[in-house]
T-cell receptor, first 114, second 109 residues
């Protein structure tokens, strides 16, 4: 399976600022996925990031708020823009590698907006 | 009704007890995952299952595809097992991952 390095593991940010979360994979993967877990809720898919094309966003998530970059097959970033306390969540990336259903997950980023 | 349901939502047990956490799902799947989320939010992948049973140390995961049900067992539980355990399935319908809400486990010394 692939190994994902996700950074930062946690951050406390001021409202109105932006935070960029990085995921580095040790193998080349076609798609990377970004999720959000709001307090007390289950993880929810934000978007799917393909290399060489714009990310595909799920209903309720927009590119202006959560811009995603996918410059190559091993790296992706998710930016949480113009943050408010409601953006305080855990953000997680994942990839599918080595066969259908062979998902690998990052370790998560705990974001607190004050 | 959620497509992935976990039970119980919360579980408190004494150190040494045998723990069972259940996951039921309503969609066809290609794989099921058990994840452990530490109190600080960090997530660790425990198992990926498509059939049968897997064991790693004191952890055992089983899946019954026909019944659309999986269980995670912890033998000889220890306070360091205290965490949220999340069941996630990769849907065969749209190939997306659907997460359960998690089971919060607290093991008392």
């Amino acid at each position: 399976s692939a190994v994902i390095s996700q950074k930062p593991s946690r951050d406390i940010c001021q409202r109105g600022t932006s935070l960029t979360i990085q995921c580095q994979v040790d193998s080349q993967v076609t798609m990377m996925f970004w999720y959000r877990q709001q307090p007390g809720q289950s993880l929810t898919l934000i978007a799917t990031a393909n290399q060489g094309s714009e990310a595909t966003y799920e209903s309720g998530f927009v590119i202006d708020k959560f811009p995603i970059s996918r410059p190559n097959l091993t790296f992706s970033t998710l930016t949480v823009s113009n943050m408010s306390p409601e953006d305080s969540s855990i953000y997680l990336c994942s990839v599918e590698f080595g066969g259908r259903g062979r998902d690998t997950f990052g370790s998560g980023t705990r974001l607190t907006v004050v | 009704k959620n497509e992935v349901e976990q039970s119980p939502q919360n579980l408190t047990a004494q150190e040494g007890e045998f723990i069972t956490i259940n996951c039921s799902y309503s969609v066809g799947i290609s794989a099921l995952h058990w994840l452990q989320q530490h109190p600080g939010g960090g997530i660790v992948s425990l198992f990926m299952l498509s059939s049968g049973k897997k064991k790693h140390g004191r952890l055992i995961a089983t899946i019954n595809i026909q019944e659309k049900h999986s269980s995670l067992h912890i033998t000889a539980s220890h306070p360091r097992d205290s965490a949220v355990y999340i069941c996630a399935v990769r849907s065969g319908r749209d190939d997306k991952i659907i997460f359960g809400k998690g089971t919060r486990l607290h093991i008392l010394p």
